[in-house]
Each structure stands twice: as C-alpha cells, then as structure tokens.
C-alpha cells in the first residue's frame, strides 16, 4: 500500500487545480494534514482516512478541517458516510483555496483512472434555496439535475443552505444517492460553521464529486477476523455488533439510537426551557421527564420509528443502522433536544417542523436551536420585544396546563419564524459577526447582559459554541475545540485538575478516530485496535501515536478560551454539583469543599474550577520530545 497522501488543491477562483502528494513521515489523515494546510494556505480541507472503502465499518467519514467562522479557531467536523463516494477519486484530500467570484459548485469526477474533471460552475443559489423543496433539499436537487448525467456511478452532493450566507453557524448537508435516487438520510458536518466558510471565504455553495477509480482497499477479512480474534475473542462483526448495539437497538431499553437511549435513562437530567430545568426540584423534573418524554415523545419515536424498524445507515453497509426515521425525518437525540425541549416543544410532530426548517435552511442544528432556545427565552422574560426580533408572538413556556401538542407546536412556529427573521435580518437580529458580539452591542443598549441567559463556550474576542446537550461539567471546559465530544461528558463528578487531564486524554483518542476517517460510533474497538492495524500494514504504529499527540498539542497550543461570560453557565456547573450531592448521594468529600466553595462566593469557585480544568488541560497536552 502506498504510505503518502494525494491532495488535490483547487482554487475555485479560477478553477486551477493541482495534485500534491504528502508521505507518512509527517501526517496520516485528514485531520494533521487538514490542519497544516489551513495553516499554510486558510484553505477548507475536505479528506478521507487511509481505511476509506476498506472493510473496517465505520470507516467512510468524510472529515472537513479549517479555520472555523463560529469557533474563531481551527476546528475539525465530519460527516457520515460521504468518504466511500470520495474514495472513488482517488485522493484522500480536497483543499479549497481562493474565493469565487460568485456563488458556484465544484464538479468533480474521475472515470477509469483517468485525470480528475475540475469545473467551477456558477449557479444561482439564491433562486434554487427558495424554489422546490427549498434550502439544502433544492440545491441538491438542482446540483444533482446539473450533472448527475456526466456519472457512471452515483456521486455524492455536499451543499450549504441560506443560513451559510447570513450567519457563521452554516452547516454542510449531505445525502446517499442509491441507484440513481436521492435520499432522505440527511448527514450533517453541521458543528463548526464550515457551511458558511464554504460559502463566504471560497464561494462555493456546493461540491459535486464522484469516479470509478478502484484503489487499493484493506479487504482481507480472514486477517481482520484474526486481529480480532486475538484482541476480544470475537470476530470483526461479531465486536463490532457488541459496541454498536446503544445505535441499533437496546434490549434492555426497548428503544435505539441516540435519541431513543439517551432519553429514555435521563430521568432528572432532563435539559428543558433554555435550561431553566437546572433551577427546578429533582421533582419537578422528574415529573417533566415522565409525562412530556416517555409517556409522549419518547412514546411517539418508538412506535412510529424503532417498533417498525424506521432505521438507515449514512451511506456506507453499517450494521449500526444509526440514521432513525419517521419518514423524510431523521431522528438524533441532540437537534431533537435543541429543537425540542430545550425551545420547549415535546410533540414529535412540533419537533419535525422546526428541525425540517431549521436543516432546509442549512442551520448548525445545535447551535442553531440553542440560539432560538434564548432568544425564546428574552422573548418569554421581556427583555426583548416580538418587534425587536422580527416575529409576532411569544413562547408558551408556562409548565403547569403545558398542551403537549398546541404549544409544542406553537413554539416550533415561533422557532421557524426566528430562522426567518435571523436570515432576513429583520428588526435587530444580525448575527453575521457571531451572537457575542450582537449581545455585547444591544446589552448596552438595553442594561442588562442577554448573554447570561446564553449557555456557550467562548474562545477569543467572538468565538462561541452551543455546547453538547448533557447536564455535566465536561460540556463547558476550556478546550481548544469544544462542541464536539473532544471532551469527557461523563455523569459523574470529577475534580476539575482531573476532569481536565481526562478531557485531554479524550482528545487524542478521538483524534484517533477522526485523523483515520472512523465514526466515533465505533469507538468501542476502533480506537484501540485501528493504531495496532497501522502498526500492521504500514509498520508505523509508533510514528501515527506521536503525531497524535503532536496534533493535541498543536492545537492546544493555539487554545484561546474565555472564562464563562454568561451567568448561566456558572448556575449550570453550579446546579450540576448540587444535584450529585443532593439526588446522587455523591460521597466524595471535595464535592463537599467545592460546593462551600460556591455557597461562599459563586463567581470566585466557578472562576477557580475553570481555570483548576485548564491547568489539567495545559499540563496533559504539552509537547514533548
């Protein structure tokens, strides 16, 4: 097999593209190499892992590295199932450098080993996003009308939406084409904003890309199944099915998939009403998990989704089948939080109109709804009108006479008419600059920090996340990428210097992951077993761990973070840790001392966890030699 990477580099400026080649002495994916060429080029990385078309499931994932509009700092995201089609180019990297002139597609296809086919082609994507079924489904569908044609096989469509336009939390949309039709399976690079870099710093609105080139793919599975064999016991699928089964199907829960598992176990940590849930007795929610959860949306999901067996994979054969369905709808526990709960809506009916609308427009779901669940929440507290955000009503937010289904989907109404006013800039909303900066500007205006009401992580002068959705302490750590599950998000209370070095070590291992291409979904072998098949078949096990950890440290030492701007922060790692004393019983006593700590002074003792996590962080990632 040949140890060095093939990059293709296109300006789509012009449409001039070269073919450069990086070997194995330096980097070994998408992830080290991406990052090195956004350094040197502020190019957007678009790679494959070296199993891509391998039989390692899991393996196909479509990586995309760059500097990141929302984040304001290098950021890694990735989308299921996109790279087996990208394989067929015969490159493990795509970098986009320059910016065209006007919004355009890039076509890419390679036939039978023959050169690759570059055009940039101008397209007019503002009329296309509101024509057919709008946003990203109709820029699929007029990219794939375009040049389906010019294919022997199905291509693969990456598309961005108005949302990379006009805000910094665009994402890009991805579905498998099967036999010459598109799908519903929405795959998402959503975290990061990498929609609107696409757009906004290389004018690309759309990737096309395609071939017939048949590489040199691991596919020896008698190998694979002795590796396996002798690390578990078991056979490939056989490990792979035991760590995968949380995606699939859960016996024990009698649901599946991560919206599905998650919800079902939550009991009190239930995320609700831009967390004002954290506020309540474990009681009231409780009460709240029982009957808006199981008794209606987590009861909907499974009869209408897991019972008939509604369930996908991204686009590559996965025994996982992690993509659950109602329909065109696909069901993942955090844009069903987001654009659920936590905007106050329980109905599955309310929950698929706001994520449709939120996804057609090409919205970072996450982000995207934890930036309607508080702008909801100013709504609901008055501290802005219904004039000032461009949208005639208010949430119904009261719990008691709660109407699961009409206010469920009232606030998706009002949710769907917030995107429309954030993308038509109606009254005050311009978020082209990111929230912080908004928020600074009008909280002088009104006397009063909106912010506080806005959980996030910040990172340099305008950098934001809306974090993970679990009510733990790891979500909002100092990390030089967070948003991503670079992080521990475990239940359990963990001294902050602990938690920090833990964070850092789950770094490297999703970097593992993600720097060979590999779904974290199958992290339970991949991440341990996958260094050992690099030792294998490239004898370079060692040199790849290094530059994971040279890739940790590199990153960590362009780390920028804020300490918590907004209060709400501070109540939510404050609630967290009065709730594993009070319902958990959690017998540590430094759980004791810190939460004298924050009855003493509240600002002082977050202060002091956040920076006791960093110094964790800082002394785990340090580079040595």
């Not at 057919?132 to 294919?151: E, K, N, P, S």
């Not at 995606?247 to 079902?264: P, S």
């Not at 602990?498 to 060979?516: H, P, S, Y």
Request: charged fraction near 25%.
């Amino acid at each position: 097999m040949n140890m060095f990477q093939r990059v293709l580099q296109v300006d789509p400026a012009n449409g001039f593209y070269k073919l450069k080649k990086y070997g194995f002495d330096r980097y070994f994916g998408p992830v080290d190499l991406g990052i090195h060429l956004a350094e040197e080029y502020q190019s957007l990385n678009f790679g494959v892992g070296v199993f891509a078309g391998s039989i390692f499931p899991g393996s196909n994932r479509l990586v995309v590295t760059g500097f990141s509009p929302c984040w304001q700092g290098y950021y890694i995201s990735s989308m299921g199932g996109a790279g087996l089609v990208f394989d067929n180019l015969g490159i493990n990297l795509l970098s986009l450098v320059g910016k065209a002139p006007v919004p355009s597609v890039l076509y890419l296809n390679r036939q039978h080993g023959e050169e690759i086919e570059v055009e940039v082609v101008p397209i007019d994507a503002e009329g296309v996003w509101t024509s057919g079924r709008r946003g990203v489904y109709a820029l699929t569908d007029q990219v794939y009308a375009m040049f389906a044609g010019r294919y022997a096989q199905d291509p693969r469509i990456l598309v961005t939406g108005p949302a990379a336009q006009q805000t910094d939390i665009g994402g890009i949309m991805s579905v498998p084409i099967r036999q010459g039709k598109i799908t519903t399976v929405d795959t998402w690079a959503g975290r990061g904003g990498f929609g609107s870099a696409m757009l906004q710093n290389h004018g690309v609105v759309a990737i096309i890309y395609g071939g017939t080139l048949v590489d040199e793919d691991f596919r020896d599975r008698k190998v694979a199944d002795d590796w396996f064999q002798n690390k578990y016991n078991l056979r490939l699928m056989e490990k792979d099915l035991e760590v995968t089964t949380k995606y699939r199907y859960d016996e024990k829960l009698q649901t599946g998939g991560t919206f599905g598992v998650n919800y079902a176990g939550m009991g009190g940590k239930i995320l609700a009403f831009n967390y004002r849930s954290i506020f309540w007795s474990e009681e009231q929610r409780q009460e709240l998990h029982q009957r808006f959860i199981i008794d209606h949306y987590l009861k909907q999901f499974n009869a209408e989704t897991i019972v008939p067996k509604q369930q996908s994979n991204c686009g590559e054969p996965c025994v996982a089948v992690c993509k659950k369905l109602h329909g065109k709808y696909k069901k993942d526990y955090e844009p069903y939080q987001t654009l659920g709960p936590l905007c106050g809506i329980f109905d599955q009916r309310a929950a698929e109109k706001l994520n449709h609308h939120c996804d057609a427009m090409g919205f970072d779901a996450i982000s995207g709804g934890g930036l309607l669940a508080w702008l909801m929440d100013l709504l609901d507290e008055g501290l802005l009108s219904p004039e000032e955000l461009g949208v005639k009503h208010k949430p119904r937010w009261q719990v008691s006479g709660f109407d699961l289904v009409n206010d469920s989907m009232h606030n998706a109404a009002l949710g769907c008419e917030l995107i429309d006013a954030i993308l038509e800039q109606r009254g005050l909303l311009d978020f082209r600059e990111g929230v912080r900066k908004w928020s600074r500007i009008h909280s002088r205006d009104k006397g009063v920090a909106l912010h506080d009401r806005l959980v996030y992580t910040a990172f340099g002068r305008r950098g934001w996340m809306v974090p993970n959705q679990y009510w733990v302490s790891g979500v909002l750590a100092p990390m030089a990428i967070m948003g991503k599950y670079y992080m521990i998000y475990s239940h359990d209370f963990i001294p902050p210097r602990t938690l920090g070095r833990m964070c850092a070590e789950r770094l490297k291992k999703e970097l593992i992951l993600d720097n060979l291409g590999t779904c974290r979904f199958h992290r339970g072998w991949a991440e341990e077993m996958l260094p050992e098949v690099i030792g294998s078949l490239y004898n370079c096990k060692e040199p790849f761990l290094r530059a994971i950890n040279v890739l940790a440290s590199r990153l960590n030492s362009g780390n920028s973070p804020i300490y918590w701007e907004s209060q709400r922060n501070v109540d939510f790692l404050h609630s967290f840790l009065q709730r594993k004393k009070t319902v958990d019983q959690e017998q540590d006593p430094r759980l004791g001392e810190w939460l004298e700590k924050f009855a003493a002074d509240e600002q002082e003792a977050a202060r002091e966890f956040w920076y006791q996590t960093l110094m964790g962080i800082d002394e785990s990632l340090r580079e040595f030699y």
